[in-house]
């Protein structure tokens, strides 16, 4: 899926610097009469129309992608499917197509997001809801992360608090929920005492609230 955005920005990238090319040279050359002039208006006015017509939600969409496949590095088969659902969830609002005026950019839209809900419905989620292990489930990282915690558990006591500092804001919002899935699979006393939260700065990710002082604040009181 990315390959192919990569590919569409490629092309539309080659087809911009044409028609820049084209203008520049002939406002550098034209004489501004005649039929030099009719070449100017024409070539100004294919530049304006492909400018207007570039969506930044592709753009985005690439970004998103890219994120998808950190995250399951980071955090394993629960995160890059947690991910992906979210993705799926945002790239469904209606404002997100409409966002789109370019007849090529939406076909492309259309489709990676099917091949998206096939990841999602067909590949991923049968993965998440069968009995597949612990490494497969969650990377490394996660399985260190949740033992570190235990064991800081069992030294401080149950009431003590862990704080969990992360690169990206998307990390951090699937990190807790990755978290929340694998507490209940840990042996007792941790399966129902640990809870799980994120706090991510006012900037808000996907289902996010932009997240206030006051929230933080409450949040780190939890």
Known sequence: MINTIQSYLSKQKDKYSKI??????????????????????????????????????????????????????ELGLAGLYLFAKELRRKLKLPQTRLSIPNASARELFEDVFQRLECLVDDI??????????????????VIKLV??????????????????????????????????DFIPCLESPWDTQLKAKHITGIKAIFSDKPMTAKYQVRISLY
């Not at 009719?38 to 294919?46: C, E, F, T």
């Not at 064991?151 to 929340?180: D, H, P, W």
């Open 20 to 73: 820049e090319a084209d203008l520049g040279h002939t406002m550098l050359t034209t004489d501004y009469r005649g039929e030099n002039i009719a070449n100017y208006h024409r070539q100004s006015s294919d530049y304006t129309s492909f400018t207007q017509s570039q969506s930044i939600t592709i753009v985005s969409l690439k970004r998103y992608l890219e994120n998808l496949v950190e995250v399951g590095h």
């Open 124 to 141: 991923l989620e049968p993965l998440h809801q069968s009995n597949v292990t612990f490494e497969i489930l969650f990377s490394p990282k």
């Open 147 to 180: 033992e570190r915690i235990v064991e800081q558990q069992e030294i401080k006591g149950s009431n003590s608090k862990c704080i969990v500092f992360v690169e990206r804001v998307y990390t951090a919002t699937m990190l807790s929920q990755v978290l929340l």
